[in-house]
């Protein structure tokens, strides 16, 4: 079975459309959090994500803009952003984003946007150390997805560990920056970040998002160039705050 992870899409619906037009292969889509957010369509991409994701779990930025999330956690631009899609957010895709959970899982796949333990504060992996509660919060799940940090990247230590060393948290992390193939193995954990379709910061201003193929037992980090300037020309008739729209340009 091929299944598609897609997240941190950020209302931005040229990005979305391009990743959902290459696949028409895959036979499910899932998405591991926010929907909306800093981008100019939120309402598009709401309707996108209600039609073609199977399942779909709760972002920072979905929580904030149906008040699940106090705006006081974010720096002033993501909050002038949020605050602008509260106001343009219809009625029934604010119901949508009010039944998301937190965490899902389906066909064998573990699912949150930040964090497994505690996943309402949507807690950032950004390191090996950041990775271990997530880990041992797996059970026996081989493989997590998440997003939050917009970083195509993953993480993978050797078998369950009910209690890791201090000395040593036992895992590796890679970068997936231009994408590439993982291949997983028997007997090894990994947390896969897809990376951002809407808003990559990994240095890479491509949409990113990942391929599960459980057959095959590998995981398909993906990058693909979308129309850009236009996805900046609508912010800017939106008056939303320049730094969002400049840092599309060079993903960062």
């Not at 970083?151 to 994408?179: H, L």
């Not at 705050?241 to 599309?248: D, G, K, N, Q, T």
Request: net charge negative; glycine share 8%.
């Amino acid at each position: 079975m091929l299944c598609a992870i897609i997240s941190d899409i950020h209302s931005n619906l040229e990005a979305l459309n391009t990743a959902l037009d290459s696949l028409s292969d895959v036979d499910a889509i899932y998405c591991v959090g926010d929907v909306v957010g800093y981008g100019p369509n939120p309402n598009e991409c709401c309707e996108v994500v209600r039609e073609k994701s199977a399942a779909t779990v709760m972002g920072n930025h979905d929580a904030a803009v149906i008040g699940k999330m106090a705006l006081d956690w974010f720096n002033s631009v993501a909050r002038e952003a949020a605050e602008w899609t509260r106001e343009q957010l219809a009625a029934e895709n604010r119901i949508f984003l009010e039944g998301l959970p937190y965490t899902a899982q389906a066909e064998g796949l573990t699912m949150v946007h930040g964090s497994l333990p505690m996943p309402e504060r949507f807690l950032y992996i950004n390191s090996p150390w950041e990775a271990r509660p997530t880990f041992d919060s797996m059970g026996d799940s081989a493989l997590c997805f998440i997003g939050h940090t917009h970083i195509a990247e993953y993480f993978v230590r050797k078998g369950r560990r009910e209690r890791p060393p201090w000395r040593s948290v036992g895992a590796d992390q890679i970068s997936m920056t231009e994408g590439g193939l993982i291949e997983l193995m028997p007997g090894f954990q990994y947390i896969i970040n897809p990376g951002s379709i809407g808003q990559p910061r990994d240095g890479n201003p491509q949409a990113s998002y990942a391929v599960y193929d459980s057959d095959a037992r590998t995981v398909e980090i993906r990058r693909l160039e979308y129309p850009i300037q236009a996805v900046q020309e609508k912010m800017r008739a939106a008056n939303l705050p320049e730094m969002l729209i400049a840092r599309l340009g060079y993903g960062g």
